[in-house]
Structures are given as C-alpha cells and as structure tokens.
C-alpha cells in the first residue's frame, strides 16, 4: 500500500511495489521492539508498539517502505518477570544482518532501524557495523532522539533515572496515545527505585530493583502527553534521517 511522498507500508505491500521502491533507492525503515514486562498496567509489547509508532511517523515523512516490526529484543534485564521473552545478543544482531543482506541483495542502499529497547542498542549498533562493512551498506540506529528534553517539556513527573523511562509517564502516555485498548490504567503504580552505584556497570535483574516493574511515576499518563512526545520524537527522528540521507548520498527523494 503506498501512501504520500512514496511512503510503502510493507506489512501490506506487493513483492513488485517493493522491488520498485528497493531499485529506486528509497529508504527503508525498520522497527526493532521487544516483549518484556512493562509493569501491571502496560502490554508485554510496549517496545514494539511505541517503535512501530514513531517509525510509521519517520517512514511517512520521509516517503520510505516500512518493514513489519521485529517483536523481540535483547531484553534479558526483565527476564525474572513473568512474559518477558528474550533474545540473545547474537541473535539481535544476527536478525538484524540477515535482514540488511536480503534488502542489499534486491537493491536497497541504505537501512533505518527505530530501536525501541534499551537492550538492543549494542547488538544493533554491532549489525551496522557489519552491514556496512559486509555489504556497503550504511545502516543508521535511531534510538529516541531528544527524548529527555521532549519530556522534560511535556511530562509532569521526573525519571526513575538520568534517561531511565520504563513503565512510566512517558511510556503509558505514548501507548495511551497508539493502543489504549490494552492500557490497565487503574493498575498503574509510582515507583522509584533506589539504584546501587554499581548499576549498571554490574548486571543485575530489574526485578531486584522494581517489585511493580514499574521506574518513575504512570499515574499522570494521558494519550494528550502521547500524541506530544510522539510528534516530538518524530521531528527529532527526521532531522537525523535526512541528515544520515545527506551523508550517504541519497537523493531518491529529490
């Protein structure tokens, strides 16, 4: 299906719609999430709701093919609670490699993946690397551009920590926002754990800090909070996509 500015929803398009988005060395955008606890209130697939959200947003702004979203990441921090499924680190990265080398070999330039767990970063970032040495293919990681600052403006409660958004204002908001549906709000708990001073240098489970699974304050969530960090995310997210498009030399757009 496409949609403005060559935007292609990939969970719904043709293999000749995609191969002339691939040949025409369009972007590409893909969702990367996770299925882990994310409190009594939220859904398991929390990650990979919000990063299926704001990479709609960046895909149809930059008029790119939107790959269906990885549900599963490297989420072993959560495995104590019940539901959380992880994957390995390798297995992350290999996913990820897997998908570069099948969009390298039908033409696509270039990958843009919207992270939506903290646990992928490093497997994630390990793939590009890869990518780009294996196949010559740059491969940008997005992972919630200016999201301190978006809150900062937007919330009314503080993190559990420095960049720590989990189970929080923020999170309950931008699902409120995308699938209320599957928001318990009257579930919703404040919790604020104390982190030891070796975290996180040393692992250890969030069970052992969060009896809730809960790090900040979801009671004051609202989809109005959502749907502003979510255009604040986007516009953050854009800005770095067209200047990853400028450095690589793409100009399918033009």
């Not at 025409?24 to 990063?51: C, I, N, S």
């Not at 740059?138 to 009314?156: H, I, K, M, Q």
């Not at 699902?175 to 318990?184: G, I, K, R």
């Not at 516009?235 to 400028?246: E, Q």
Request: proline content about 7%; charged content about 20%.
């Amino acid at each position: 299906m496409t949609g403005p500015a060559g935007f292609l929803d990939g969970a719904t398009a043709s293999w000749p719609d995609t191969r002339d988005h691939l040949t025409a060395g369009r972007p590409v955008v893909l969702p990367f999430g996770a299925y882990e606890q994310h409190g009594p209130h939220l859904p398991l697939a929390t990650d990979t709701l919000m990063a299926d959200a704001l990479a709609r947003r960046v895909a149809a702004r930059a008029g790119a093919l939107l790959l269906p979203a990885v549900a599963y990441g490297e989420t072993s921090n959560n495995a104590g609670f019940p539901g959380t499924i992880p994957l390995s680190f390798d297995t992350v990265r290999a996913i990820t490699l897997d998908i570069c080398a099948a969009l390298h070999r039908h033409g696509a330039r270039h990958l843009i993946v919207v992270n939506g767990d903290f646990g992928n970063q490093a497997p994630l970032r390990l793939a590009a690397r890869e990518a780009r040495e294996r196949y010559g293919m740059p491969v940008l990681v997005v992972d919630y551009p200016g999201l301190a600052e978006v809150a900062a403006t937007v919330c009314d409660t503080e993190p559990a920590g420095p960049g720590f958004f989990h189970a929080d204002e923020v999170e309950t908001s931008v699902v409120l926002a995308v699938a209320a549906h599957a928001v318990h709000q009257e579930r919703a708990v404040a919790e604020y754990p104390d982190f030891p001073p070796t975290y996180p240098a040393l692992f250890a489970g969030l069970e052992t800090l969060s009896a809730s699974g809960v790090f900040g304050d979801p009671t004051t969530a609202t989809a109005a909070k959502g749907e502003a960090l979510l255009a604040g995310l986007t516009d953050a997210a854009v800005r770095l996509v067209d200047a990853f498009l400028r450095e690589v030399g793409d100009d399918a757009r033009e």
